[in-house]
């Protein structure tokens, strides 16, 4: 049964895979399509608009929003001083009123706010209150308050006497700085309907929120407190969500200037919705407590979400129920200051089915132990195509008790500490794959229970191996690859690496010989090579062993040869059988850089 539903996931790679090159960069691939929510403030039929030309324009509905929001990187400010400089803001007496601020994106600290109250220059500003650092080079953000404009207009959009399905937001940067959630409410929420903002036929965004430090829903809270949805929920509280909605954000950038909220205590969510399109997220940052950036419902699908320098959990799918779908996307956290930070987690609530195509996954400082894609909870989770990597201390997939498969992956981690899949019990398929650790003493798999991993074909798995020796690992109807570094061991029986989960070893010194591969059903082996990066002076034999001891498929690397094989011989091998490969090496100058490999029909 496992192997058919893993050849069941192979054959959506036909349906799903726009080929095997992974996104490149920072920045999405391409995929979907986008459309303007709105020309020119014009609103379509039962959509709600939010402009700032509502008075001059036949828009209806409209509710006005100022949407003059503008950001720079040049702030300045003195400590204990009102004033904030800006070589580039280009400051006019119409800033007068405007709410401003500068954080320090080194350190998230908050390090002036206030409203306008006298422009000096176009370099230089007065605001309502004192800075509380000297420094330069800050972010900066200016303009008025959009934040209770558009929570009227969500608030109306979702009477039951409305007809609204849709609310669009204008093609421009807005201020969101007033205490409250955008789009949510605790019962009425805006059902089967859309929020989007503006983006281009490739994927460019004109729509932003720039969420102040103030932004913070202190009041309108689902859960009794517990969680604090920030724009897009669905209906009802937390755990509470409703099946039927079908709500679509999409257009949209939001940032947060990389300020360090200071909420300490239950969970902030950025979004949760069962569609979304097209979103970007940068620089926020929660320090203290757990928060999620992007959340599905019981089906999502989330195309097009690039994630940026957070510390957030990025994108957690519900999976409780139905097929859940992330695409094209680019996940690059440099944040992590949290025990709970993933970049991307399946079946958090149940079991579910998740399936990531095309996507970039990267981190450079996640914690301990912490994965960049966790599948929980006896999920099943099919990556097809994409590429995962991690520099820090976290591993790459948490399998856990469910079904990992993997098809045409890049999978690189490069720290000791780190597994690139850790597993408690799963099930993991691999499929025309790359997993790589390549520190000294890195781990490809963490084994903290029992379970299976499925070398299917074509993969390319290199590390130092397994922390359990218990845990099985299958490459049925395929090839057996052992290889091994630098110069063999003079006069000895030597092991190769990957020729059984015992061979932890990937020098040519190892005397310890693999265990083997376990056979699952009747084979014939055939066609053995071995082959050696630089040639001996004696001769040294490769042999295939079934269960422990010599077959009859052998080959002599004689002196300064590089290269044997055994295509005549084959032998026959029944279900449950050990294959591995050993080396003997002479007395003389040995060959380094050795690889042999046997196949089976």
């Not at 001059?56 to 009102?82: E, H, K, L, M, W």
């Not at 939001?254 to 620089?283: C, K, R, W």
Request: aromatic share 6%; hydrophobic share 35%.
């Amino acid at each position: 049964m496992k192997r058919v539903a893993f050849l069941f996931f192979l054959f959506t790679l036909s349906v799903f895979a726009q080929g095997g090159t992974p996104p490149g960069g920072y920045s999405p691939s391409s995929g979907g399509s986008t459309t303007p929510a709105s020309t020119n403030g014009l609103a379509p039929n039962n959509a709600f608009s939010l402009s700032p030309n509502c008075s001059s324009t036949s828009i209806s509905p409209c509710q006005f929003v100022y949407a003059d929001a503008r950001i720079t990187a040049d702030c300045g400010t003195t400590n204990t001083q009102p004033t904030i400089t800006s070589a580039t803001a280009a400051f006019t007496s119409a800033d007068i009123g405007k709410f401003a601020w500068c954080v320090n994106n080194s350190t998230g600290a908050l390090a002036i706010k206030g409203t306008v109250l006298s422009v000096q220059s176009a370099t230089q500003i007065t605001v309502s209150n004192n800075a509380t650092q000297t420094t330069t080079g800050l972010n900066f953000a200016i303009g008025h308050d959009d934040g209770t404009a558009i929570n009227a207009a969500s608030a109306a959009a979702v009477l039951p006497t409305s007809g609204i399905t849709g609310l669009n937001l204008p093609c421009a940067m807005m201020v969101i700085d007033s205490g409250q959630p955008l789009f949510s409410k605790s019962t009425a929420i805006l059902q089967n309907g859309s929020v989007s903002g503006c983006g281009g036929a490739a994927g460019e965004l004109t729509t932003a929120l720039i969420m102040g430090p103030d932004f913070f829903p202190t009041t309108g809270c689902t859960g009794s407190g517990t969680y604090c949805i920030w724009a897009i929920q669905e209906s009802g509280a937390l755990p509470g969500f409703d099946v039927g909605t079908s709500e679509m954000p999409s257009n949209l950038k939001v940032t947060g200037l990389g300020y360090h909220n200071p909420m300490s205590s239950g969970n902030a969510i950025l979004f949760i919705a069962n569609q979304a399109d097209n979103i970007e997220v940068e620089n926020i940052d929660f320090p203290s407590v757990t928060c999620q950036i992007i959340e599905g419902g019981l089906e999502a699908h989330l195309n097009r979400m690039n994630i940026q320098h957070t510390d957030c959990a990025s994108v957690n799918m519900l999976g409780g129920q139905g097929d859940n779908v992330l695409s094209n996307s680019v996940i690059a956290l440099n944040g992590g200051a949290q025990n709970t930070s993933y970049a991307g987690q399946c079946g958090s609530n149940g079991a579910g089915l998740c399936t990531f195509v095309d996507d970039y996954f990267i981190s450079n400082t996640m914690p301990n132990n912490h994965a960049v894609i966790a599948n929980l909870n006896g999920s099943t989770l099919n990556v097809i195509s994409g590429y995962y990597q991690i520099t820090g201390s976290a591993s790459n997939f948490d399998a856990g008790t469910g079904i990992l498969n993997l098809a045409e992956a890049t999978i690189l981690a490069n720290s000791a500490s780190v597994a690139n899949i850790i597993s408690e019990g799963a099930t993991i398929g691999v499929h025309q794959s790359v997993i790589k650790n390549t520190a000294s003493g890195g781990r490809l798999l963490n084994v903290t229970g029992t379970g299976l991993m499925d070398d299917v074909d074509g993969n390319t798995i290199l590390g130092i191996g397994t922390t359990a020796t218990a845990f099985p690992i299958e490459a049925d109807g395929h090839l057996l690859n052992g290889t091994c570094t630098g110069s063999a061991s003079a006069s000895s029986t030597l092991g190769l690496y990957g020729t059984g989960p015992n061979e932890t070893v990937t020098t040519c010194t190892s005397t310890t010989i693999g265990s083997g591969t376990v056979i699952q059903s009747s084979r014939t082996l055939q066609n053995f090579t071995c082959n050696a990066g630089v040639a001996g002076t004696t001769t040294t034999t490769c042999t295939v062993l079934v269960n422990g001891s010599a077959s009859a498929l052998t080959c002599n690397l004689v002196a300064a040869s590089t290269q044997c094989n055994d295509i005549t011989d084959t032998v026959a091998v029944t279900q449950g059988a050990l294959v591995s490969i050993e080396i003997i090496t002479g007395a003389a100058t040995t060959p380094s850089g050795i690889n042999a490999y046997v196949h089976w029909n």
